[in-house]
């Protein structure tokens, strides 16, 4: 199962779709000029039962016309996964007769410079079809230290702590991260505190952002933070389950709420963490 930090790698790009045109400037990354972006479903399942999901997929409407762009969520090497990704993108482009791009974003900067790599499918020295996948990862990424860059595109900024979680920068960007959530809405800046708190996952660097979030002063102080003093991990972490689907827009009757604010398992708590970034319903949650 899919965790936190691979959720949120690609999620951020559902909940805010310009974040991809913004973050190829930021990398000086050639793009044709972006006028429209839409996220599109990601089900990529043919009539016959084998179920292929893309990670996210965005629409996107340029000066060159209309595009699909995968965004893929990789935590380490993985043969298996070039031949998923030659899948997606001749489906793609064979279905809506589009151009595709793929992203690939990685924790770890051995991963990204893998994933840049140019991926062949022929025989050697001819192939049939060769990818060159855009890879973001704490090797190209900006690390945003500065709280006034990071007030001027917050969003990149959480971008910046996920894509950093597991590098010695991430402590230095969570510090500028922290007040820049202040110059947003109180609702919008308590949402992207729950959001890197589960993209974060296992970290030492979550632990560090679960302190700042407990015994800072910002107008935002995140509810999960307060529950997290008053009642320990188990009730913030279901605190921020309900936040989630709250926020997504999930409908939660009285019977779900009853059984997550009843659950008192740690790791089943996670679980349902990591499914409230994508669910439908909340029927799915338990799944």
Not at 20 to 48: G, H, Q, W
Not at 140 to 163: G, R
Not at 172 to 184: G, K, M, R, V, Y
Request: charged letters at 25%; aromatic letters at 6%.
């Amino acid at each position: 199962m899919p965790s936190a930090p691979h959720e949120a790698l690609h999620r951020i790009f559902q909940e805010e779709p310009s974040l991809f045109s913004r973050t190829l400037k930021a990398l000086d990354i050639p793009f044709p000029e972006v006028s429209s972006l839409s996220v599109v479903n990601t089900d990529l399942t043919e009539i016959l039962p084998i179920e292929r999901r893309v990670d996210t997929l965005l629409q996107v409407k340029s000066e060159l016309g209309e595009h699909l762009v995968i965004i893929e969520s990789q935590g380490k090497r993985d043969p298996e996964k070039p031949p998923a990704w030659a899948y997606y993108i001749s489906y793609l482009h064979a279905k809506f007769r589009r151009e595709v791009v793929l992203i690939v974003i990685c924790q770890h900067a051995s991963t990204a410079r893998w994933a840049r790599g140019p991926k062949s499918i022929g025989l050697p020295g001819m192939p049939t079809m060769t990818m060159w996948p855009i890879a973001l990862g704490p090797d190209n990424v900006p690390a945003v230290v500065d709280p006034a860059v990071a007030a001027e595109d917050v969003v990149l900024a959480v971008f910046s702590a996920l894509a950093h979680a597991l590098s010695r920068s991430v402590n230095a960007i969570l510090e500028a991260l922290a007040p820049a959530l202040d110059t947003l809405d109180v609702d919008d800046a308590g949402f992207l505190a729950e959001f890197i708190e589960v993209g974060l996952g296992d970290t030492t660097a979550r632990q560090l952002w679960r302190k700042m979030m407990s015994t800072g002063t910002y107008r935002y102080q995140s509810e999960f933070a307060q529950q997290l003093r008053e009642e320990g991990q188990v009730r913030g972490e279901t605190r921020s389950i309900l936040l989630l689907l709250e926020r997504r827009g999930v409908a939660v009757n009285e019977a779900a709420r009853a059984r997550i604010e009843g659950c008192a398992e740690v790791a089943r708590l996670d679980t349902w963490l990591v499914r409230a970034m994508s669910v439908a319903t909340v029927d799915e949650l338990f799944d």
